[in-house]
């Protein structure tokens, strides 16, 4: 996943393979007009018909899942079910292309490797017809409506309930259980998630009510300010946090879950406490190095918390149903020395 959690570019691939596979497969997803139900999902004996972005999709089996996008693996990891095909990771990855909580999983499960997708801005169709899926979950996903159309020719299709790559990490679980009949398992997980984060905020008081302002910065020093439509912020939210006013007042439009900012304007990016994502020191360096980071004000004050590091990043960026006991301690430590200054 990368720092602005938007789809890895890449090749668009196998269209020819979709239109002969439309013929050969027949799975076909269930109808993109609205529902009259106000639920997210309701079940029957012809399936489960859950509500998104392009409408509704009834999946009827799941006995082959392919996910796409980020965390629905996990969900259906965490669920005891192994996907046949997920996208191969780079951003914190190992070099098989899993993340290590999603390879650790695997291993503690004695399941094999699922079959990994090529990660790009469009998905690999090809490969996921080769899955021969049941349902493609792609409930934390960035597809477009022409790309939920394409892939549901091949199975029946989940996208995402509202913004694109804004999903909440809670609704990617409890989607994942309701799609594969495991709800009850599903809020088990969820409350697990809820404890241990309540658990930090309940040991640091002070994060109540400081404002933050989230920012990543890639090596080649674009800034990328994370909005309330981000699960990032979301869980900060969670931790105690507020989203600081100027977030908001400085969103140029750009993307619902992120805006860049220049280095001239960081700082009018006013809040209680700073968050750096950053990839590694370098890039630590080049952040450092801008005259409009040295005028920020919560530099100057040293309250700034700093995540280094892809896999720690990630783990965060938002949370799975996996990955947040990887780095955790280290974050929330973070966060309070930045506090405490």
Same mark, same amino acid.
């Given at each position: 996943?990368?720092?602005?959690?938007?789809?890895?570019?890449? %090749?668009?691939?196998?269209l020819?393979?979709?239109?002969?596979?439309?013929?050969?497969?027949?799975?076909?997803?269930?109808?993109?007009g609205?529902?009259?139900?106000?639920?997210?999902?309701?079940?029957?004996?012809?399936?489960?018909?859950?509500?998104?972005?392009?409408?509704?999709?009834?999946?009827?089996?799941?006995?082959r899942?392919?996910?796409?996008?980020?965390g629905?693996?996990?969900?259906?990891?965490?669920?005891?079910?192994?996907?046949?095909?997920?996208?191969?990771?780079?951003?914190?990855?190992?070099?098989?292309?899993?993340?290590?909580?999603?390879?650790?999983?695997?291993?503690?499960?004695?399941?094999?490797?699922?079959?990994?997708?090529?990660?790009?801005?469009?998905?690999?169709?090809?490969?996921?017809?080769?899955?021969?899926?049941?349902?493609?979950?792609?409930?934390?996903?960035?597809?477009?409506?022409?790309?939920?159309?394409?892939?549901?020719?091949?199975?029946?299709t989940?996208?995402?309930?509202?913004?694109?790559?804004?999903? %909440?990490?809670?609704?990617?679980?409890?989607?994942?259980?309701?799609?594969?009949?495991?709800?009850?398992?599903?809020?088990?997980?969820?409350?697990?998630?809820?404890?241990?984060?309540?658990q930090a905020?309940?040991a640091?008081?002070?994060?109540?009510?400081?404002?933050?302002?989230? $920012?990543?910065?890639d090596?080649?020093?674009?800034?990328?300010?994370?909005?309330?439509?981000?699960?990032?912020?979301?869980?900060?939210?969670?931790?105690?946090?507020?989203?600081?006013?100027?977030v908001?007042?400085?969103?140029?439009?750009?993307?619902?879950?992120?805006?860049?900012?220049?280095?001239?304007?960081?700082?009018?990016?006013?809040?209680?406490?700073?968050?750096?994502?950053?990839?590694?020191?370098?890039?630590?360096?080049?952040?450092?190095?801008?005259?409009?980071?040295?005028?920020?004000?919560?530099?100057?004050?040293?309250?700034?918390a700093?995540?280094?590091? %892809?896999?720690?990043?990630?783990? $965060?960026?938002?949370?799975?149903?996996?990955?947040?006991?990887?780095?955790?301690?280290?974050?929330?430590?973070?966060?309070?020395?930045?506090?405490?200054q």
């Amino acid at each position: 996943m990368s720092l602005s959690s938007s789809p890895r570019r890449g %090749p668009v691939r196998g269209l020819l393979a979709l239109l002969a596979a439309v013929a050969m497969l027949a799975l076909v997803a269930c109808g993109s007009g609205g529902s009259d139900s106000d639920a997210a999902g309701s079940g029957s004996s012809d399936g489960v018909t859950i509500k998104h972005a392009f409408g509704t999709t009834t999946v009827k089996k799941t006995d082959r899942i392919v996910t796409w996008g980020w965390g629905s693996d996990d969900a259906t990891l965490a669920l005891g079910e192994t996907p046949v095909a997920i996208p191969k990771q780079e951003y914190g990855a190992n070099a098989e292309g899993l993340m290590p909580w999603t390879a650790e999983k695997l291993k503690a499960e004695g399941a094999s490797t699922p079959a990994l997708l090529t990660n790009g801005d469009e998905p690999p169709y090809d490969q996921i017809i080769k899955a021969k899926p049941d349902v493609i979950l792609a409930t934390y996903s960035g597809i477009t409506k022409d790309q939920y159309d394409k892939l549901s020719a091949i199975a029946p299709t989940v996208a995402y309930p509202g913004k694109p790559w804004s999903t %909440p990490w809670r609704e990617v679980i409890e989607t994942t259980g309701k799609v594969l009949g495991k709800e009850k398992q599903a809020d088990e997980v969820i409350a697990g998630i809820q404890k241990t984060v309540q658990q930090a905020a309940d040991a640091h008081p002070e994060f109540q009510g400081r404002s933050i302002a989230a $920012v990543a910065t890639d090596p080649n020093g674009t800034n990328y300010v994370y909005t309330p439509d981000d699960p990032r912020v979301e869980f900060l939210e969670d931790l105690g946090f507020t989203s600081a006013p100027a977030v908001k007042s400085l969103y140029n439009g750009d993307i619902s879950f992120y805006y860049t900012l220049s280095s001239e304007k960081l700082d009018a990016l006013k809040s209680d406490v700073l968050l750096e994502y950053l990839e590694d020191a370098k890039t630590e360096q080049t952040f450092n190095a801008s005259p409009g980071v040295r005028t920020m004000q919560q530099v100057k004050d040293g309250a700034v918390a700093k995540v280094v590091g %892809p896999s720690v990043i990630s783990s $965060v960026s938002p949370p799975t149903a996996l990955s947040l006991d990887y780095s955790l301690d280290t974050y929330v430590d973070a966060l309070a020395k930045a506090v405490k200054q």
